[in-house]
């Protein structure tokens, strides 16, 4: 149990186009869901937090307008980024928290996606 | 703040034991965690521990936390080497809608020799 899924699993696209990436948790529903980035050989940094139904908290330094989050389900978050360019081109990884009121044991788990590679050219 | 340091790089031989160390700053985190990834990968949870915990054990896996230094540990007994990965140590903060926010140490690199 507690997967969650990322897709696509790696991308290519050229600069000044916009990219979806799916978080889906697969098996639990997830009311909040994290997005993170990772440059090589570097720390996962947290870019914002998603609510299912709310807007998304982003974290100081993130642009929300680059950055779109939308979290239309407790199963499913998406990241937009927007007009990407060469220097958006990272590692993104999502997570998932299982819902306080259905999976009381586990709540204080987070589950992670496989990532997806994102290049921008 | 939210901090995490660890140490890069850590080389061990097989069967021996294997102590990843970890500092973090901020005294109200509630949660503490340690994550594997493998290369091109995601992040794997591995265990975590309660602030209000001193010790956790999960068969090869030992976590130690020391709350007035602020140090938290993980010890792989029997390090095989497919434990060869990178460990991260990751505090939870946040409240009411940001909670379960995870702040992440940069990763300790850990090669298991042979």
């Known amino acids: 149990g507690a997967v969650v899924s990322q897709h696509p699993s790696w991308v290519i696209c050229k600069s000044g186009t916009s990219v979806k990436i799916e978080c889906r948790s697969l098996?639990?529903?997830?009311?909040?869901m994290f997005w993170y980035r990772q440059f090589p050989k570097q720390s996962l940094m947290l870019m914002a937090t998603?609510?299912?139904?709310?807007?998304?908290?982003?974290e100081q330094g993130v642009e929300k307008d680059k950055f779109l989050i939308n979290h239309a389900s407790l199963t499913l978050s998406t990241l937009t980024v927007t007009s990407a360019h060469p220097e958006d081109s990272s590692f993104y990884i999502c997570?998932?928290?299982?819902?306080?009121?259905?999976?009381?044991?586990?709540?204080?788990?987070?589950?992670f996606g496989p990532g997806t590679r994102l290049t921008v050219t | 703040g939210e901090d995490v340091e660890q140490s890069l790089f850590l080389s061990v031989r097989e069967g021996d034991s294997s102590v990843i160390n970890c500092t973090y700053t901020?005294?109200?985190?509630?949660?503490l965690y340690w994550y594997k990834q493998e290369p091109g990968a995601g992040l794997q949870l591995l265990t975590y521990?309660?602030?209000?915990?001193d010790m956790k054990q999960d068969q090869r896996l030992t976590v130690l936390l020391n709350k007035k230094d602020k140090h938290l540990s993980l010890r792989i007994a029997d390090t095989q080497t497919g434990d060869s990965a990178i460990y991260f140590c990751?505090?939870?903060?946040?409240?009411?809608?940001?909670?379960?926010?995870?702040?992440f140490g940069r990763g300790t690199q850990l090669t298991v020799w042979p």
């Open positions: 521990i309660f602030s209000n915990m």
């Open positions: 098996d639990f529903q997830a009311t909040t």
């Open positions: 998603s609510n299912e139904g709310s807007k998304a908290t982003y």
């Open positions: 990751a505090e939870m903060m946040g409240r009411g809608s940001t909670l379960g926010r995870l702040y």
């Open positions: 901020d005294s109200s985190s509630t949660y």
């Open positions: 997570s998932a928290r299982p819902t306080l009121f259905r999976d009381r044991g586990k709540v204080w788990e987070q589950y």
